[in-house]
């Protein structure tokens, strides 16, 4: 074990100090170093705090050989544009020689403890997390092994020492409900995500910004939260049509929520885009062949994928003074799915 | 490296014995048995053809320790239903607390040197390629280090000695045609995948077998070989609807070649079902979204990921008899896009 974490002298007096000023054995400084799980919580946190005292972390963590892996974090992968994300994330990754392990956590909030066991063991040279945190016990793993890790498009409030990559929700937002009010809709609802993700609400805010700046009425019962799926998409969209009052347009939080409104048109027996215009959100390959081809903010999901992939490994490779934050721009694409209110 | 692979002194005596019949030293006998690549081909060859005579290779294979990793090799991962694929792999590698390593070939034959390399390197209990084919020197380079393989819906013709989980293709494409007639179509049109792929083949042979059973006559401008791709659907769609008879029906290959269909009925002023009926194939997620809603073949895409990653977890651990090959049943699922000719 020393011979992985001592690789010269002084290395090597600095570990004894860490040692016997925390009162424990070198082995179980080593165990910590190597992100073992048998050692009590109070005694990793009191070694690492050393350690990094110490400035041993970086070098250790760097020390040690790292496998030649990405590990990506899905919180699920049901919805289509995980695909986009994956595709720019093995792209960037086979560039540089590496291979991704994916994993699915069935969790927004963090992944469970096999992953961070599996991840220590695996040793990869960084974690890219889609629309999924990180338990601060975890994050201090991976920095105690210098591995980084960064966020896409964070869920909730991201903290502020999480390097993250997203795209321009709130502008998203404001130029699809620019593009409605343009047609000439003054009656506009808007079905977004859910409440606690950021995203939903940058995209919101930007939709009250355009109504505002029109000076257009919001109806409080045409803003919905949900899921980013289509039967909530659906079941949101037969609330909103089922009111005394109709609008003549509803912008969705996501093209799969969109196919789910377009399904409560048919149903209610709308023309789209003739009695009721629909602008979605993300631009998924399949929004141009749906019926009628959507109307949608275009995000880059593959460059986003691209950019976390090069932002962890040039983090792996680099001290980084402040924390990146990198948003990329979001564009609309005019189809067939919005015109002029009858 | 020596003890890596001899256990006991009679495995010491017959690799010393396969050392000499080679003419190679130990260390070379090593390298064969550790997968790497800085030994000559035809030495390999030789080596690796002796050690299986010794009865060698499957337990030196055995004898070296697996990461907990599954490679799961896909050809592209454009197409949606490979969500479907890797939701199934990932969910039995994690019941097996494997971890899933994601590769993107990019050819349909075999991926690309850099890869092997890796798989070597990595040591995974088991490789699922989706589409895909290996050389025939990577798999031998595979059982020299018992790592299994499973082949998901083999492009072309596969060898019979690769293990391979399929679904049932023929019936796939009886049962689209014979729902069509039974609706009452009679002139009726397939578009399939590409015409070396075994799955293209399997289905328009149980489209022409339903059509000659029923005593119908296939038109052979009607059958068209593309790609499963949107844009092949509506382009091979768009040469069949402007030949001087039309069909009333058409047999897609996939969903997403549905979808091409219906934009290319679309353009030329047909209304689906009424003009044409169309028959999907996949039942991706999606096709219960589109308008109208696909009638189409359900694959149990996600079953067959989770059977090709217990296939595979099982050869790991127990030597089969025969080849396994499995094909799961595909029924069909009627929805909207189909209906009695006008």
């Not at 789910?260 to 993300?282: F, K, M, N």
Request: with cysteine; hydrophobic share 40%; charged share 25%.
């Amino acid at each position: 074990m020393q011979s992985d974490v001592a690789e010269d002298n002084s290395e090597r007096v600095t570990l004894a100090d860490v040692a016997e000023e925390a009162g424990v054995s070198l082995s179980t400084i080593s165990k910590v170093l190597n992100g073992r799980s048998d050692v009590a919580g109070a005694t990793r946190e009191r070694v690492e705090e050393l350690l990094r005292e110490r400035g041993y972390m970086r070098r250790g963590g760097r020390a040690q050989p790292k496998a030649e892996l990405i590990e990506l974090v899905f919180h699920e992968l049901d919805s289509i544009w995980s695909m986009e994300l994956i595709n720019g994330v093995e792209s960037v990754a086979k560039e540089h020689g590496l291979s991704v392990v994916l994993t699915v956590s069935g969790s927004r909030h963090s992944p469970d403890p096999d992953w961070i066991e599996g991840v220590m063991r695996r040793r990869p040279v960084g974690v890219v997390l889609v629309f999924s945190d990180l338990a601060p016990e975890y994050r201090e793993r991976l920095r105690a092994r210098a591995i980084p890790f960064v966020i896409v498009d964070p869920a909730g409030d991201p903290s502020p020492d999480a390097p993250s990559v997203g795209s321009a929700n709130w502008s998203g937002g404001l130029i699809a409900t620019r593009h409605l009010i343009e047609l000439g809709h003054t009656r506009i609802a808007a079905i977004t995500g859910p409440e606690d993700m950021m995203c939903s609400l940058a995209r919101l805010d930007g939709f009250r910004s355009a109504m505002n700046s029109a000076g257009l009425h919001i109806d409080p019962d045409w803003i919905q939260f949900g899921d980013f799926h289509a039967a909530g998409g659906r079941d949101r969209a037969n609330t909103i049509l089922a009111g005394p009052e109709r609008p003549t347009a509803i912008f969705a939080g996501s093209d799969l929520q969109a196919l789910g409104v377009l399904d409560a048109a048919r149903a209610s027996g709308l023309r789209v885009p003739e009695d009721l215009s629909i602008v979605g959100y993300d631009d998924i390959p399949l929004a141009r062949w749906v019926t009628p081809p959507l109307t949608t903010v275009h995000q880059p999901l593959r460059r986003m994928g691209e950019e976390a992939a090069r932002l962890v490994i040039r983090l792996s490779e680099e001290t980084m003074e402040s924390t990146p934050r990198m948003d990329l721009a979001t564009s609309l694409v005019v189809r067939d799915s919005t015109a002029p209110p009858a």
